[in-house]
């Protein structure tokens, strides 16, 4: 299952996208000091988001023999989690004086990356294996005429 690079490259982008499950998005600190934490799974709008973006890449990943449907699923879930990290990036910038923001934030960009890269690894995949396909009939076919 690991032997080409887009599944690396998609199992990377499933463990940041289940990390958002457990990691805290933000800390607000009050006037006397005392911290409290917000997490990606407390905003409803972010968890279902989480939630959408790791089954596409569970389900990436489970659809490794038709390479046309992975390939397609990489890309909705490369569109989703840039979406999920506009709106955090607005969010970041409606409250950036009074949060923390935790380094977590950058997990939807890089996951977005990798399925991007994974998309063009398994399009550039599948694009070798037909070229080779139509090679070896061409191949038998001058072969059967020349007999």
Not at 15 to 38: K, Q, R, S, W, Y
Not at 128 to 133: D, G
Request: glycine share 4%.
């Amino acid at each position: 299952m690991w032997q080409r690079i887009q599944i690396l490259y998609l199992g990377i982008a499933t463990i940041l996208t289940g990390a958002l499950f457990f990691c805290n998005m933000a800390v607000i600190i009050g006037p006397d000091g005392a911290e409290e934490t917000i997490g990606y799974h407390e905003k409803l709008p972010f968890l279902l988001l989480t939630i959408m973006a790791f089954t596409a890449h569970v389900a990436a990943l489970a659809s490794t023999r038709v390479r046309f449907l992975q390939m397609r699923v990489c890309i909705i879930a490369a569109l989703l989690l840039a979406g999920f990290q506009i709106w955090l990036a607005v969010d970041f910038f409606a409250h950036k004086d009074e949060m923390v923001f935790s380094f977590t934030m950058t997990f939807p960009i890089a996951a977005a990356i990798l399925d991007v890269m994974a998309s063009r690894n398994i399009m550039l995949d599948e694009m070798m294996v037909l070229a080779h396909n139509r090679i070896s009939k061409s191949k038998k076919k001058k072969s059967v005429t020349r007999k």
